[in-house]
Structure formats: C-alpha cells, structure tokens
C-alpha cells in the first residue's frame, strides 16, 4: 500500500476533530472524553461530559473505574500543548482505545462548542469563513 495513503489512514484512527466529537457525544457513541490538563484548568473551563484526569497521574490504580470498552478521547490546551498526546501514550500503555482530540480545547472554542467551568462559554454558531 501507498505510505502516503498509510499514513492518512493512521493518523484517522488516532485523532478526532471538534466537529468529529460533537457528532459522536450527540450520538451517545461510546466514548468518554478526558481533560489531560491540570485540575485546575478542568474547573476553569472544559468539554461538557469530560472527565478530569490528568496525564502525570494516569496509572492502573487511577483508571480502574474505566471501561475498557469505551473510547477515549483525550485532550489539553490545543496545538502548542502536549498533554494530550501524553495522555494518549498513556492510556494506551493501560490497554486502553484512544484517540487525540486535534486543537484541544482551544479549537473547540473555536468552532464555536459551548464549554463548562468557572470560565464557561456558551455555544456559537460560527459560520465558514471559506
């Protein structure tokens, strides 16, 4: 097969956009979805139905309560912040299905998705600046 076409492929089965997980939360697929950031950031402002479990104490005796069957879709800050990608690599080191939201929550806020926390914000309907 093209490594072109490989690499395309690959990158689909590890990470998800904004408009990907609006879809699939709206749908009630199987996912949960997990702030890697700090404590502190997560009570600021995060994903409505995410879960705050940051990557450094990710481990067998934080994620016992998981389901091993669900997806997860783990984000940070955005594109200049690798905690996500930590709690990707972690995750899956504890046998578990991930994915990588792209853009973090930064992106999300972006494409107009409503947060919650002290710093919440309501959704927005943006329009396609294309």
Same mark, same amino acid.
């Given at each position: ?73 783990? &984000? ?36 107009? &998705? ?17």
């Amino acid at each position: 097969m093209n490594t072109q076409i490989t690499y395309y492929q690959n990158k689909l089965v590890y990470e998800m956009d904004s408009w990907d997980l609006s879809e699939a939360l709206n749908a009630n697929q199987n996912i949960v979805v997990i702030d890697t950031r700090s404590v502190e950031a997560y009570a600021n402002q995060h994903i409505p139905t995410a879960i705050s479990l940051p990557h450094k104490t990710m481990s067998e005796e934080t994620t016992t309560s998981l389901d091993k069957e669900k997806l997860y879709i783990c &984000y940070c800050d955005g594109i200049g912040c690798n905690a996500s990608t930590k709690g990707a690599l972690n995750m899956a080191k504890l046998g578990f299905k991930v994915k990588e939201l792209i853009g973090g929550i930064e992106w999300w806020c972006r494409d107009g &998705y409503a947060t919650e926390g002290k710093c919440a914000t309501p959704a927005k309907n943006i329009e396609c600046g294309c």
